[in-house]
């Protein structure tokens, strides 16, 4: 039986698998092409990022593969920096660690580390969209008070 997925990821099992290889080809494994960076869409790039800088982090001490509370404060230190400006203190990492610690190991998973990162383009999304409303509405009334 297969480890239980994280709420909400029961449909990103199959493009996982696809990543995934594209993924390996990418960095031509035995027998394989390395293919280029160019053949690649912005999107696919933006993955390749975020894979790589996870890994940035990840071999730093323990487990190749996962973070380590230090690693994960490292890693949103300078990643992160601008879209979390608030995380600075213990309290905050420890409560980040605690919530995307899924299976309660004291390491973050690349999937545990995807939460994180989900999360925060999501609100920086969100952020964007208010922005742009309330530019729209500053313009509107200024027409109205030139009329």
Do not use: W
């Not at 696809?18 to 160019?38: C, D, K, N, R, Y």
């Not at 990022?49 to 996962?66: C, K, L």
């Not at 300078?78 to 608030?86: E, I, P, S, T």
């Amino acid at each position: 039986m297969r480890a239980p997925l994280p709420h909400g990821a029961e449909q990103a099992t199959a493009p996982a698998r696809v990543a995934i290889t594209v993924f390996t080809v990418q960095h031509g494994q035995e027998g394989q092409t390395p293919q280029s960076q160019e053949q690649l869409s912005e999107l696919e790039k933006a993955m390749n990022v975020i894979i790589d800088v996870f890994h940035q982090y990840s071999r730093r001490e323990g487990d190749r593969d996962t973070l380590t509370k230090s690693e994960l404060k490292l890693l949103i230190e300078k990643q992160l920096l601008n879209y979390l400006r608030h995380v600075r203190n213990k309290a905050t990492i420890d409560e980040i660690m605690k919530d995307l610690d899924i299976n309660k190991d004291a390491q973050i998973s690349f999937c545990e580390v995807m939460l994180l990162i989900t999360r925060v383009t999501i609100a920086t999304h969100e952020h964007l969209h208010d922005v742009e409303d309330q530019q729209q509405q500053q313009q509107q009334h200024k027409h109205q008070h030139h009329h």
